[in-house]
């Protein structure tokens, strides 16, 4: 059953740029996929318009019932919260401790039993001795856990992760690898994006190559 | 809550520059606020003292008098006529002044008259001018007087300060609203990447805006608690020194906070445009 899917879908920022052209995929519960291309590819722009932060300007993208040609303001949220991002800087909040940063994630959705759920998904992510220690205090790749520790806090059933093993050394990159295929393992589905060919081949699943906006 | 008190921890100098900045403004109001309150009051004092004085022709009978007695009571808006003889005029005028002040006089010069109480709403200028025109116009009237001209003026004056009032209201609501706006925008710019992790996590905008409301909520409430306290210190300070009856009306405070209340929760909840 697919989750997710990108029909023919276009999308040029208002410069003019054509970040996407004619995408077309699709995604099935529980599947794992890792779109691979370079810098300025396109993957990002894919991401958001999975969330809907962008819309397409041509084709549709459907995830969960939800459609980007329908979809209302109001109902976004409501997708979101069927959905765990881990975006490309991590955005973690420096004032917070990595028990408070994943917590908001539960905080802001009026989430019950916070405490142990997030006591939950730390040890899952091998994060519990650093509950208390602020974002500079950890690793890359501690970083890098703790927004998959905070997109996961609320059961997702598709995990997107934008270059989740950038700028992290090649034991902490291996760490989030093995804990995405744990995630999915689980059951949720992962959409990762990545410059890095090695990780797709690493991590295992379908591959998609994606190149000046378009699949390849 | 939480989230508030996380802001104020931030910036507490800015929260405090805000806070007092409310508090002063609505300072300045609530004192001019609790004078226009005490003039209307004395206003309203004075005007139960506001009578028609008919002074009646020379040589009227007791009975033509009783007739006018009668007249004046039918007409509306006046509650009690009381006659006056050529007789207590004089002995009024003696109790006020002393006999040797009407010693010279050869004989009485003082007119028979009435002295007209008027019913309560009609004791403003318009109300008396219509009243003393309706008694001057009946037979064996010769003269009517009352106090028209300084009526006038003091309806006036309350006027000018009520309208001035609703001026600095509207001016210092204003401030109040910038000024908490400003403080909720910057501590929404602090906190950009926490307002951005919520929406991803899949926050609604009302969640993400209820911070922020509370905080401008919260300014103001403090802001016009602070200028409600301050405004009763001055007038604790200041009472031995104004005039008998001068009153600080407990309106004046609650209006100061509501304001505050008001303008600090429309700050807040602007303060970031959507």
Known sequence: MEILSFERVSYSYPEGIDALKEVSFGLKKGELLTLVGPNGSGKTTLLKLIYMELFPTRGRVWVDGYSSQKIRPREIPKLRRRLGIVPQNGLLLEERDVFENVALAMRAVGG????????????????????????????????????????????????????????????????????????????????????????????????????????? | MREVLFSLQGHPARFLVSVLTISLSLL?????????????????????????????????????????????????????????????????????????????????????????????????????????????????????EYGGKWLERLDRFVFHLLLLDIILGVVIG?????????????????????????????????????????EGFFQGLLGGGMGAGFLYLLFLLLSPRLPSGAMLPPQVLGFQLGLGLVFGGLGGRFSFGW
Request: some cysteine.
């Open chain 1, 112 to 216: 019950k039993g916070i405490k142990g759920r997030v006591w939950e998904v730390l040890g899952q992510t091998g994060l519990s001795s650093r509950a208390r220690s602020l974002p500079h205090q950890l690793s890359g790749g501690e970083a890098k856990r703790v927004a998959i520790a905070r997109a996961l806090c609320n059961q997702p059933i598709l995990l997107l992760a934008d270059e989740p093993t950038g700028g992290i050394d090649p034991q902490g990159a291996e760490g989030v690898l093995s804990l995405l295929r744990r995630i999915n393992e689980q059951g949720a589905a992962i959409l990762l994006a990545t410059q890095d060919e090695e990780v797709a081949q690493r991590l295992g699943g379908r591959t998609l190559r994606i190149a000046e906006g378009m699949i390849v």
């Open chain 2, 28 to 144: 300045l109001l609530g004192a001019f606020l609790c004078l226009t309150l005490n003039l209307k009051l004395a206003l309203q004092e004075l005007r139960a003292k506001v009578e028609v004085e008919a002074f009646l022709r020379d040589g009227v009978t007791p009975s033509q008098m009783e007739e006018l007695v009668q007249r004046v009571k039918g007409i509306e808006g006046v509650k009690e006529v009381i006659p006056v003889t050529k007789e207590e005029a004089l002995l009024d005028l003696q109790a006020e002044f002393g006999k040797e002040f009407t010693a010279d006089l050869g004989t009485n010069p003082l007119p028979p008259s009435l002295r007209i109480k008027l019913r309560k709403g009609w004791r403003t200028k318009g109300a008396v001018q219509s009243v003393a025109t309706r008694v001057g116009s009946l037979k064996g009237v010769e003269d009517v």
């Open chain 2, 174 to 214: 204003l401030s109040t609203f910038m000024s908490v706006s400003n403080v909720v925008g910057r501590s929404f710019l602090d906190r950009y990447r926490e307002v951005e992790v919520m929406e991803l996590v899949g926050a609604t905008r009302k969640f993400i805006r209820r911070p922020f409301l509370y």
